[in-house]
């Protein structure tokens, strides 16, 4: 494999700039708790930090094909990426919940065509057998990325403050920014299309209505909220103005015709799975463990970080596999994925450090496996000139799986640990021998107050527990009965 300076500066660039946007995913949901304080903000108004951030992602990553036929490759990603780290760099400033969540819809909106359009440079500028080997380098920021986040996060956060993981930002970001200036100095081409306002507006606001019913439905009752059924009557309307527009139009905001591609639409709709399961275990351990284990913050950026060492095991043979046997590699990331979280849904409340980080070393090794034959595959029959809107959609329904999952997984674990709770309670009675064992502590005293409430606190850990286990069960079941997607996508030789 021989790559010249100017495609070694590709990589680096790409793979910068895609660790930075991905640093954040994780790194606002550890913070979150500091700057509630500082703040002084409600639990639902802190929610509005991570629920508009993904809202802003999630409209302005289909607009990536038409801004960068628009602007051209150099000036789109130095804007994208200048304007991520100076949002980043506002984040920190904010002293307002007002400022932090503007400043978030920002680094949202900036970030968004930062991993299609780095995908898309690599997929065009590199010959396919080069492929694998740079598909491998981007996935190295974007799954890397949520895992040095915490670890970094929590480590500046202990020196200084919450604001102090948003500034750590702005250094890297300059860097990336210097990178794009070499990297991409002959990718000036502009091909402006015409943009199709319908199609965007109706896809935004379905969008937007999707991502607040799932991450608002459970804390305002579902439908029994009048916003969410506004919402839920707004966006299948909205979806529906879409879909008629796109196979109506003479040029649609996104071509339907990308679907039409087979191995396209099925590697869509393995990224939409590998998306779920993705981040799903990084955003409920923090809490599990800090709240039921007492862990703090340092051990459990450590412990979450061997899923960056799953991610780098992978490396070391996922250019070969990709090349010998896409398809396998592909059922096998998934099977890994199920088998990792099939054994997180196996755990106690006395889960060990060894269990915690080998499971996570194998959602990482799953991730990393299946993922980089599953991008080379869906890409490798798609027209060239589709290549950046063909990237744009992967990425939009990648990132729209991982927030809805997520809010599933959250949903599952506040039922499971309400309905459970109301269930064990039943046990505790005067009337129940076991409670007066000798062996239990005595603050466990079922006929004072206080040993109420420490049998309240217990029986409220065991519930919260079970419901972790529910949404790890969740995870296995979906990685599990997606494997046979592998087996639908088409063998392409890979040529030079």
């Not at 300059?174 to 896809?203: E, N, Q, S």
């Not at 027209?383 to 809010?407: D, Y």
């Not at 502590?441 to 409220?460: C, D, F, K, Y």
């Not at 286990?469 to 030789?493: C, D, E, G, Q």
Request: glycine share 8%; proline share 5%; charged share 10%.
């Amino acid at each position: 494999m021989s790559l010249t300076g100017q495609q070694w500066l590709i990589v680096l660039m790409v793979q910068l700039s895609n660790m930075l946007f991905n640093m954040t995913i994780t790194l606002a949901n550890l913070v979150l708790p500091q700057v509630r304080g500082t703040l002084s903000a409600t639990q639902d108004e802190i929610s509005w930090v991570i629920t508009l951030n993904l809202v802003a992602t999630a409209i302005a990553t289909p607009m990536t094909a038409w801004l960068a036929g628009r602007l051209g490759w150099r000036t789109m990603m130095l804007g994208a990426v200048g304007g991520f780290t100076f949002a980043s760099f506002l984040c920190g400033l904010a002293n307002s919940l007002e400022t932090l969540i503007l400043a978030r819809v920002l680094q949202g909106a900036f970030g968004a065509p930062i991993a299609p359009l780095g995908q898309a440079i690599l997929i065009a500028t590199f010959p396919r057998h080069l492929q694998p080997f740079a598909l491998v380098m981007w996935g190295v920021g974007s799954v890397f990325g949520p895992v040095v986040g915490p670890i970094l996060g929590a480590m500046a956060t202990d020196a200084w403050n919450w604001r102090a993981a948003f500034f750590m930002i702005v250094p890297a970001g300059m860097a990336a920014l210097t990178c794009i200036w070499f990297a991409l100095k002959d990718h000036t081409v502009k091909a402006p299309l015409r943009f199709d306002w319908i199609g965007f507006l109706a896809l935004s606001i379905a969008l937007v209505c999707a991502q607040l019913i799932f991450d608002r439905g459970q804390r305002l009752d579902w439908f029994d909220s009048h916003e969410i059924a506004i919402c839920a009557l707004i966006g299948v309307l909205a979806f529906w103005i879409f879909v008629v527009h796109c196979l109506t139009a003479a040029q649609p905001f996104l071509d339907p015709k990308l679907l039409l591609d087979r191995n396209f639409a099925i590697g869509t709709l393995i990224s939409f799975v590998i998306g779920m399961l993705s981040f799903t275990s990084l955003v409920l351990f923090p809490t599990l463990l800090h709240d039921l284990r007492g862990y703090p913050d340092n051990v459990i950026s450590t412990l979450i970080a061997a899923r960056g060492l799953g991610n780098w095991t992978a490396f070391l043979f996922i250019m070969q596999l990709t090349r010998a046997a896409p398809r396998f590699a592909i059922g096998a990331g998934l099977t890994i994925q199920a088998g990792g979280s099939f054994w997180m849904s196996q755990f106690d409340i006395n889960v060990t450090e060894f269990s915690v980080f080998w499971s996570h070393y194998l959602m990482g090794l799953g991730n990393s496996v299946a993922f980089t034959p599953m991008t080379v595959m869906a890409f490798s029959t798609l027209p060239r000139h589709q290549v950046t809107e063909g990237a744009a959609v992967f990425t939009m329904m990648r990132n729209f799986g991982s927030s809805l999952f997520i809010s599933l997984a959250v949903l599952v674990f506040v039922r499971s640990t309400s309905i459970n709770y109301a269930e064990l309670s039943e046990f505790v009675t005067p009337y129940r021998p076991v409670l007066y064992y000798s062996a239990f502590p005595a603050s466990w005293n079922p006929e004072t107050t206080v040993g109420l409430m420490s049998i309240s606190r217990e029986v409220q850990r065991q519930a919260a527990m079970i419901g972790y286990l529910n949404a790890f069960y969740m995870m296995a079941i979906t990685a599990a009965v997606s494997v046979p997607l592998a087996l639908l996508l088409k063998r392409v030789p890979t040529g030079r």
